[in-house]
């Protein structure tokens, strides 16, 4: 079956990921894609990160006793993001952290107290973040989604610089500060998920406009064309945006169910994180003669 529209339409890769015997997809909260093409799911059960590449094939697995039933602390695998050097960043919403990793999974920094939250009228520290994005200057950006609803930056030497936003329906306000992405050209995308849409801010933080055809947005993944692609978890669906904010292609439908999280690889493939009704991660494939060149 042929989803979507116009140049952006897709191929669901039926059985795609081959798992070690034994070994199922559980609550699959989010997934990246390095520069090699690994393809990382963060899950919340017995194995918190798997690493495929395209094809699908098992590499390799880590994070044990770290995250997810195995962590000494309560633990709520959130969201995942890639860094320069294909450092891979962590997000676990109940532990209140970000931990940067090598790409085989050795830790190499960490930001929040494990298992302690931040005061909400201070947010100097993280109560409830949901994930993250690397802006194209080198700065991280947090999305401390349920406790702050605030978006929290960093220098690219990770220094907190700033915060922003509070509760509310207004330019700036957020009911979940869900995900976040950064283009190329330095705007910050906010998954203002409950408020059903796509809040953008230029890099200081300041309000540009907001995209509001969309249903519950749990995930966004800025590719390498600044196309951007939306895993709408309210709507259980994947849609695609031009970055000015059309909205071009849009499937669901009993091939998407419970979006959260959303990559796409150099080859125009998407990546769906699907929790509660999906527990897996599905690859969609760009149907040929859609693929970029």
């Avoid at 969201?79 to 790409?103: E, M, N, S, W």
């Avoid at 957020?174 to 705007?187: E, S």
């Avoid at 809040?199 to 907001?210: K, L, N, R, T, W």
Wanted: charged share 25%; hydrophobic share 35%; with cysteine.
């Amino acid at each position: 079956m042929v989803l979507g529209q116009g140049d952006f339409k897709y191929e669901a890769v039926e059985g795609w990921g081959n798992l070690p015997e034994g070994w199922v997809f559980s609550l699959v909260s989010d997934a990246a894609v390095d520069s090699q093409g690994r393809i990382y799911a963060f899950t919340r059960g017995k194995h918190p990160v798997i690493v495929f590449d395209k094809a699908g094939n098992f590499i390799t697995s880590w994070g044990y006793g770290e995250f997810g039933p195995t962590s000494p602390l309560v633990s709520e695998p959130h969201g995942i993001f890639i860094g320069p050097g294909d450092k891979v960043y962590l997000v676990d919403a109940l532990q209140h952290i970000v931990r940067r990793y090598t790409r085989l999974g050795e830790m190499e920094r960490e930001w929040g107290r494990p298992g302690v939250a931040g005061m909400t009228h201070y947010r100097g520290e993280y109560n409830i973040p949901t994930g993250g994005a690397i802006g194209p200057d080198g700065s991280m950006y947090v999305s401390d989604g349920y406790g702050n609803r605030c978006v929290h930056k960093y220098s690219k030497e990770g220094k907190h610089l700033f915060s922003w936003g509070e509760g509310g329906n207004g330019p700036g306000q957020f009911a979940v500060v869900h995900n976040i992405g950064c283009d190329r050209t330095g705007r910050v995308l906010v998954c203002d998920r409950e408020n059903n849409r796509i809040q953008i801010f230029d890099s200081d933080g300041a309000f540009i406009e907001e995209w509001t055809d969309l249903v519950g947005p749990g995930g966004v993944c800025i590719a390498k064309d600044n196309m951007i692609y939306v895993a709408e978890h309210g709507g259980d669906s994947v849609s695609v945006w031009s970055p000015e904010g059309e909205r071009i292609s849009r499937f669901s439908g009993p091939d998407v169910k419970s979006a959260h999280g959303i990559c796409v690889d150099d080859e125009g493939s998407i990546y769906v994180a699907e929790i509660n009704r999906g527990q897996r991660l599905q690859k969609f494939v760009r149907v040929s003669g859609c693929v970029p060149k």
